[in-house]
């Protein structure tokens, strides 16, 4: 005869449905462990609209255990005194122990790379998550040998000039400056086709280039060091600034091409200027 348990026989027989629970994981382990047990789920998926029936099936049922409590249940109470005085074992303390996790060594297929990546694409983290994520990474460190690790396989040379050149693709700041932004409208006024930020031989990314060969920049008085307004105490900044112009000229003179470099003063006091000089030289060419 099969005995139907029922979640009102738990609450009258706490210690008779505790034995039971205990005496099934037991078994099923051992089970497990001996290969006898196969479960009839193994190496099955169900189907995303069967998902979805099962999704819409559960809403709206109420957990067994919703509103019980050490006081008004003797199994909540039994529960209660068997798991007094043991730890779940968090992250840090699974570290410790040795714990090894069940993805090591494990790489994603790439059908799983593409379906992660699809699912997340839309969605943005709330601000309470964002906030929760950086207040438990607060104080955190990185531990010696995960850093002298990232020392050794991040700061080689190959490395370097393969994010320099990444680098170069990249615009910084997003949008063009307003030195540059009146450049560029006096080019198009006067109908002369260029090119903004056109990285050139892996060298320097041009603030405008005009066909064949010229190469236009847009220099900030402070950070390029305009040396009619700072010639003295000149900041870190700006003293790495001036040797990078230097050799980034160096080098696309000798590869050819000519450069052109503007003021932020000489910009905004006359624009139309500027651009009659880069016709001039372009006339030349």
């Not at 040795?98 to 059908?111: C, R």
């Not at 320099?164 to 006024?189: G, S, W």
């Not at 990314?205 to 105490?233: L, R």
Request: proline letters at 4%.
């Amino acid at each position: 005869m099969i005995k139907i348990v029922t979640k009102e026989w738990m609450i009258n027989h706490p210690i008779k449905a505790k034995k039971m629970i205990e005496n099934m994981v037991k078994s099923r382990k051992k089970s497990y462990r001996e290969g006898k047990f196969i479960h009839h789920f193994k190496g099955k998926h169900f189907s995303e609209n069967h998902r979805k029936k099962l999704s819409e099936s559960h809403k709206g049922q109420i957990p067994w255990n919703k509103g019980l409590t050490k006081e008004n249940s003797k199994l909540m109470q039994c529960i209660s005194e068997k798991l007094k005085g043991r730890k779940r074992p968090t992250p840090k303390s699974a570290w410790k122990k040795g714990h090894i996790p069940w993805n090591k060594g494990k790489m994603l297929s790439e059908e799983i790379k593409n379906k992660l990546r699809l699912s997340h694409i839309g969605k943005k983290p709330s601000r309470e998550s964002n906030l929760k994520r950086s207040l438990s990474l607060k104080g955190r460190k990185r531990p010696k040998e995960i850093v002298e690790k990232i020392k050794r396989t991040r700061n080689t040379p190959e490395i370097k000039e393969r994010l320099r050149r990444h680098r170069l693709k990249q615009i910084f700041p997003t949008k063009d400056t307003e030195i540059e932004v009146m450049f560029q409208n006096e080019l198009r006024r006067r109908d002369i086709e260029f090119i903004s930020h056109l990285p050139i031989e892996n060298v320097c990314q041009t603030d405008m280039f005009i066909e064949p060969n010229m190469c236009v920049f847009c220099d900030g008085d402070w950070w390029h060091a305009n040396p009619v307004k700072y010639s003295e105490n000149l900041h870190e900044i700006q003293k790495n600034n001036i040797e990078k112009d230097k050799r980034q000229n160096n080098l696309l003179e000798i590869m050819g091409y000519k450069v052109l470099r503007f003021w932020e003063d000489e910009i905004r006091k006359n624009v139309v200027k500027c651009v009659d000089d880069v016709e001039k030289i372009r006339e030349e060419i």
